[in-house]
């Protein structure tokens, strides 16, 4: 069975760093590129970061640029991202996510709350 | 930023017609792709490469593109249609995606 597991949510304060984890099985990771999607509550969705394959082309939404890295182990079947200098505005459900063609899947989202 | 628009809501009658658009400046050049989203439940793929349905997506559910809008129609709405819809495409220089602001449908 084909799964992405988003883990890392939780509280945190402005200013800090978290490091989101999204673990795929069922399928062959290397083959895809993977986003991230976020949603905040009560709003629409958001793309926020996509790498290819191998790694080496990386792209992100302008409000994250500079501030959050996407990475991927495909050795791990494992995707990543470091979310640094938080802010409340990046207060969402953090979804990873595979699109290619009628190929769709989403994981089930970790929800990221910064907040004092 | 490149930007998709959408209308924030449509209504209509269960077993009327539902349009919703979505305009972009890059969707003469690039796909556009259809979720759909119920409360509390991770999008589900209704149309991709602006025309194609997903194998297990109702045929009346349909798609469209002309110029810089796309279109999903769903031919013969029902009350289980009734979700929040986004469109989603890339910019022309294939780097960046982007969604559509979404739009609530109503049957009733």
């Known amino acids: 069975e084909m799964q992405l597991v988003e883990s890392g949510g939780g509280l945190v304060q402005p200013g800090e760093s978290r490091r989101l984890s999204c673990a795929a099985s069922g399928f062959t990771f290397i083959n895809y590129s993977i986003h991230w999607v976020r949603q905040a509550p009560g709003k629409g969705l958001e793309w926020v970061a996509n790498?290819?394959?191998?790694?080496?082309?990386?792209n992100y939404v302008d409000s994250v640029q500079g501030r959050f890295t996407i990475s991927r182990d495909n050795a791990k079947n494992s995707l990543y991202l470091q979310m640094n200098s938080l802010r409340a505005e990046d207060t969402a459900v953090y979804y990873c996510?595979?699109?290619?063609?009628?190929?769709?899947?989403w994981g089930r989202g970790t929800l990221v709350t910064v907040s004092s | 930023s490149y930007e998709l628009t959408q209308p924030p809501s449509v209504s209509v009658s269960p077993g009327q017609t539902a349009r919703i658009t979505c305009s972009g400046d890059a969707l003469p050049k690039k796909y556009a792709y259809w979720y759909q989203q119920k409360s509390g439940q991770a999008p589900v793929l209704v149309i991709y490469?602006?025309?194609k349905r997903p194998s297990g997506i109702p045929e009346r559910f349909s798609g469209s593109s002309s110029g810089t809008m796309a279109t999903l129609t769903i031919s013969g709405a029902q009350v289980e249609d009734e979700a929040d819809y986004y469109c989603?495409?890339?910019?022309?220089?294939?780097?960046?995606?982007?969604f559509g602001g979404g739009t609530k449908l109503t049957v009733l």
């Open positions: 790498i290819d394959q191998d790694g080496s082309q990386k």
């Open positions: 989603y495409s890339i910019d022309n220089n294939g780097h960046r995606w982007v």
């Open positions: 490469d602006d025309t």
């Open positions: 996510h595979i699109l290619s063609g009628s190929f769709s899947y």
